[in-house]
């Protein structure tokens, strides 16, 4: 059984900078596709990012490009979302994912293993 468990989240101003971090453990996670999605208060949960098991393709939604980099340690099993020039907008809660097969599906429902989410507010 594949466990994740995310860390990180916090309070910033606009502008500012955050790093999520997710550990996985269990099964192969080495070899399985990562992501994170956010969920605002009121809002369905929405993709941000996903990387593929060797961490060289990575996939982004247009609210984050050029601002959201994703990256993995397979050694360490542990997955990051580095978040700069933070917006009030991307206040919300941060879930880390992982699956056998998908890293770039924008749809929740295909990721199999989920954590319980880290809060992430962006004040203006």
């Known amino acids: 059984q594949v466990q994740v468990v995310e860390s990180g989240g916090g309070s910033v101003q606009a502008g500012g900078s955050l790093r999520l971090s997710c550990a996985a453990s269990g099964g192969t996670v080495s070899s399985y596709g990562m992501g994170w999605f956010r969920q605002a208060p009121g809002k369905e949960r929405e993709f941000v990012a996903g990387i593929g098991w060797t961490g060289i393709s990575t996939a982004y939604a247009d609210s984050g490009k050029g601002r959201f980099t994703i990256s993995r340690d397979n050694a360490k099993k542990s997955v990051s979302l580095q978040m700069d020039s933070l917006k009030p907008a991307d206040t919300a809660i941060y879930y880390c994912?992982?699956?056998?097969?998908?890293?770039?599906?924008?749809?929740?429902?295909?990721?199999?293993?989920w954590g319980q989410g880290t809060q992430v507010t962006v004040s203006s």
């Open positions: 994912a992982a699956d056998s097969a998908e890293w770039r599906s924008r749809t929740s429902r295909r990721w199999d293993y």
